[in-house]
């Protein structure tokens, strides 16, 4: 079974825009496919913290034969140079149950992937470290939770071999709390790969790669940041308002997070 709304114990839908996606269900997620941009502008996964499976990683990327394949970024994007076939949906994370073989081996879709600098999405401090903390919440909890990442698919985007490579990433955690919904959102960063006054610019193969940010945000402000509609998300934010109504708040450690 794909992506459930109806997997917590409180209704949370995917976020959707107004701009035309294909929707491609996937064992435990959904990946909604922005064919111009190439890339998901929405993916979103349940998590079953006290079902999860250990399995293999394996490296089997392919393309997904139901969309065209000049609709995907694909292995050409990502060859000889400094950029990651990052994992949108996190291969862990659908990996639970008796389907957790098949979901594993699904998030190797391009269609599940983005360009990210290696030491942006291998870094245990920043991308990957922040999944695993997740995750750990989410087992450590036994917990169920819906989790929502994408790229932000800005025009402003640079353009390298016949795509835009996002700078950010963002991520959406939902799960209860009592009775009622909760909501957590971050913003990861990527565009010290391109020197800021050069961000126009096309990146060269050899990317300048540089320190990479990760923020805690208003649920709100990822919805701004991306045309996204999702207002049971913005409803369940559990970031006090005062600290929601500051700037962007940088994350050093994991002891800054607000869950």
């Known amino acids: 079974m794909a992506f459930s709304p109806d997997f917590l114990t409180v209704r949370v839908d ?74 949108l949906v996190r291969r862990r994370d659908p990996v639970w149950g008796v389907d957790a073989k098949q979901a594993n081996s699904d998030t190797f879709h391009y269609t599940n992937a983005a ?5 942006f999405n291998q870094s245990a401090e920043l991308w990957l470290g922040l999944e695993n903390h997740v995750l750990d919440f989410a087992s450590v909890e036994r917990l169920r939770l819906s989790v929502f990442t994408a790229p932000v698919l800005s025009p402003d985007d640079p353009p390298y071999r016949g795509i835009r490579v996002p700078l950010r990433f963002w991520k959406i955690i939902a799960w209860v709390a009592g009775d009622d919904l909760a909501s957590a959102a ?20 050899e990317p300048e790669l540089g320190p990479f940010r990760t923020f805690e945000v208003a649920v709100q402000q990822v919805a701004s940041l991306t ?33």
């Open 14 to 87: 995917l976020p959707r825009g107004a701009d035309a996606v294909t929707t491609l269900d996937y064992t435990h997620f959904t990946v909604l496919l922005d064919a111009g941009r190439r890339l998901a502008r929405v993916t979103g996964v349940n998590v079953d913290g006290t079902a999860l499976v250990g399995l293999e990683r394996g490296d089997d990327w392919r393309f997904d034969d139901r969309v065209p394949v000049e609709a995907q970024t694909g292995p050409a994007v990502y060859a000889n140079n400094g950029f990651d076939r990052g994992h």
């Open 227 to 259: 045309g996204l509609v999702m207002p049971e998300l913005i409803a369940a934010d559990h970031l006090p308002e005062t600290v929601a109504a500051e700037p962007w708040r940088r994350l050093r450690s994991f002891s800054d997070i607000v869950l």
């Open 115 to 119: 360009p990210q600098a290696s030491e």
């Open 186 to 205: 971050f913003v990861l960063d990527q565009s010290p790969l391109v020197p800021d006054a050069e961000k126009r610019r096309a990146i060269t193969d």
